[in-house]
C-alpha cells in the first residue's frame, strides 16, 4: 500500500473442496472473501503477494503464470461468476455473440447452428430469457446480467466453479433457481472416463441459500478462517461452535433476528489477539492472545456440543 504499509488481506486460509462437494465461503463484506477468491484465478492487482499453495488437480494455482492461467485455468480448470457481472461482460456484444465464442473456445462445438443451439442451452440453464440473447450488456437489469455471467461460467464444465454471490439481484424464486442448477452441475456426472468430478466454491452472504446448496460451510473474519463445519450440523444442531458464526445464524430473520454489536475492525489495523474479540460476548483475557484452532474452529472459547444442546 502506499508508504509501504502492508494489509494481510487473507491470512492462514486452509480449506479443501472435494468432486462433487460445495463449500460456501461466508462472512461480512470486506472479511477477504472476494481477494481469496482473485487469488486463486491470478487476478489480483499488481500490488498484491501471495504465499502459500492451492492445488487443483497437479497444478499449484499461486504459482502458475500468467500464460497457464489465461489459456489452461480460466473457463477450463475454474469456471467464474464474477461478483460484478456487468463489469466483466463485453459491452459492445451482444449475449448471444459472448455465448456462442465461449461456446466454442471451452467445448470445441462448431458451426453456426450448433453453437447457436449450445449458446441457447446454456442461456436457459441459467434461467436467461431467450428474448434477451440479442441485447448488449448495458440493455440489461443487473438480475438478468447476473444470470448471463451464470451461463457463461457454467459452459465449460469446469472442474471447479467459483461463484462469487452468484444470486445478488436476484428474486428469491430464481434464487432457488440458480443455486439448484449449481447443485446440479457439481451433482451430474461428467462423460470423461477417469475424471473425478466437479466441485463448487460459493461465496455468499445468502445464508439461506448457502443451506439449500453447502456440503461444507466455512467462516471468514477479518481475512482469516474461523470456522470450517459440515452444513448439516452448522445449520442444525448442534449448530456453529465459534461465537462469530452463531451471531451471523442468529442475525437471520427466521432465527433471533439480533444483530452482531459493533464492526468488524479493519484488515490494516488488525488486533494481536482474536479479531472478533470487541464483538464477542465470551470474551476473556485469553483473547488478547492469537485464538488457537482446536479442531476446525479458531477460538480460546468455542461453544461445545453439550452446552449448546443443554
Given at each position: 500500500?502506499?508508504?509501504?504499509?502492508h494489509?494481510?488481506?487473507?491470512?492462514?486460509?486452509?480449506?479443501?473442496?472435494?468432486?462433487?462437494?460445495?463449500?460456501?465461503?461466508?462472512?461480512e463484506?470486506?472479511?477477504?472473501k472476494?481477494?481469496?477468491a482473485?487469488?486463486?484465478?491470478?487476478?489480483?492487482?499488481?500490488?498484491?503477494?501471495?504465499?502459500?499453495?492451492a492445488?487443483?488437480?497437479?497444478?499449484?494455482?499461486?504459482a502458475?503464470?500468467?500464460?497457464?492461467?489465461?489459456?489452461?485455468?480460466?473457463?477450463?480448470?475454474?469456471?467464474?461468476?464474477?461478483?460484478?457481472?456487468a463489469?466483466?461482460?463485453?459491452?459492445?456484444?451482444?449475449?448471444?455473440?459472448?455465448?456462442?465464442?465461449?461456446?466454442?473456445?471451452?467445448?470445441?462445438?462448431?458451426?453456426?447452428?450448433?453453437?447457436?443451439?449450445?449458446?441457447?442451452?446454456?442461456?436457459?440453464?441459467?434461467?436467461?430469457?431467450?428474448?434477451?440473447l440479442?441485447?448488449y450488456?448495458?440493455?440489461?437489469?443487473?438480475?438478468?446480467?447476473?444470470?448471463?455471467?451464470?451461463?457463461?461460467?457454467?459452459?465449460?464444465?469446469?472442474?471447479?466453479?467459483?461463484?462469487?454471490e452468484?444470486?445478488?439481484?436476484?428474486d428469491?424464486?430464481?434464487?432457488?433457481?440458480?443455486?439448484d442448477e449449481?447443485?446440479?452441475?457439481?451433482?451430474?456426472?461428467t462423460?470423461?472416463?477417469?475424471?473425478?468430478?466437479?466441485?463448487?466454491?460459493?461465496?455468499t452472504?445468502?445464508?439461506?441459500?448457502?443451506?439449500?446448496?453447502?456440503?461444507?460451510?466455512a467462516?471468514?473474519?477479518?481475512?482469516?478462517?474461523?470456522?470450517?463445519?459440515?452444513?448439516?450440523?452448522?445449520f442444525?444442531?448442534?449448530?456453529?461452535?465459534h461465537?462469530?458464526?452463531?451471531?451471523?445464524?442468529?442475525?437471520?430473520?427466521e432465527?433471533?433476528?439480533?444483530?452482531i454489536?459493533?464492526?468488524?475492525?479493519?484488515?490494516?489495523?488488525?488486533?494481536?489477539?482474536?479479531?472478533?474479540?470487541?464483538?464477542?460476548?465470551?470474551?476473556?483475557?485469553?483473547?488478547?492472545?492469537?485464538?488457537?484452532?482446536?479442531?476446525?474452529?479458531?477460538?480460546?472459547?468455542?461453544?461445545?456440543?453439550?452446552?449448546?444442546?443443554?
Amino acid at each position: 500500500m502506499p508508504g509501504g504499509h502492508h494489509v494481510a488481506a487473507v491470512t492462514d486460509a486452509h480449506f479443501d473442496v472435494a468432486a462433487g462437494e460445495c463449500l460456501a465461503l461466508i462472512g461480512e463484506s470486506g472479511c477477504g472473501k472476494s481477494v481469496l477468491a482473485s487469488a486463486l484465478l491470478g487476478l489480483l492487482p499488481a500490488n498484491a503477494q501471495t504465499a502459500g499453495r492451492a492445488h487443483l488437480g497437479g497444478l499449484d494455482l499461486l504459482a502458475a503464470d500468467e500464460r497457464t492461467l489465461a489459456r489452461q485455468v480460466r473457463g477450463r480448470m475454474i469456471g467464474l461468476i464474477p461478483q460484478s457481472p456487468a463489469a466483466h461482460l463485453t459491452p459492445v456484444r451482444t449475449i448471444r455473440s459472448q455465448l456462442e465464442e465461449t461456446v466454442g473456445q471451452l467445448t470445441g462445438v462448431r458451426g453456426r447452428a450448433a453453437a447457436r443451439t449450445a449458446g441457447e442451452d446454456a442461456a436457459a440453464r441459467a434461467a436467461f430469457p431467450a428474448g434477451h440473447l440479442d441485447r448488449y450488456p448495458h440493455e440489461l437489469s443487473g438480475g438478468l446480467a447476473q444470470r448471463a455471467a451464470t451461463a457463461l461460467a457454467l459452459v465449460g464444465g469446469a472442474p471447479l466453479l467459483l461463484a462469487d454471490e452468484p444470486t445478488s439481484g436476484l428474486d428469491r424464486d430464481l434464487v432457488e433457481h440458480t443455486v439448484d442448477e449449481l447443485r446440479r452441475h457439481v451433482d451430474t456426472p461428467t462423460r470423461t472416463k477417469g475424471d473425478p468430478g466437479r466441485a463448487l466454491l460459493m461465496i455468499t452472504h445468502d445464508l439461506t441459500a448457502a443451506e439449500r446448496i453447502a456440503d461444507k460451510v466455512a467462516v471468514m473474519y477479518a481475512g482469516r478462517l474461523v470456522e470450517v463445519a459440515e452444513a448439516d450440523s452448522f445449520f442444525g444442531l448442534p449448530g456453529p461452535r465459534h461465537p462469530y458464526s452463531r451471531g451471523l445464524l442468529g442475525a437471520l430473520p427466521e432465527r433471533d433476528f439480533t444483530p452482531i454489536p459493533g464492526m468488524p475492525p479493519e484488515l490494516g489495523d488488525l488486533p494481536a489477539g482474536c479479531a472478533f474479540a470487541t464483538r464477542c460476548a465470551r470474551v476473556t483475557d485469553a483473547c488478547a492472545h492469537r485464538p488457537p484452532t482446536t479442531g476446525s474452529v479458531a477460538c480460546h472459547h468455542p461453544h461445545r456440543p453439550e452446552e449448546i444442546r443443554a
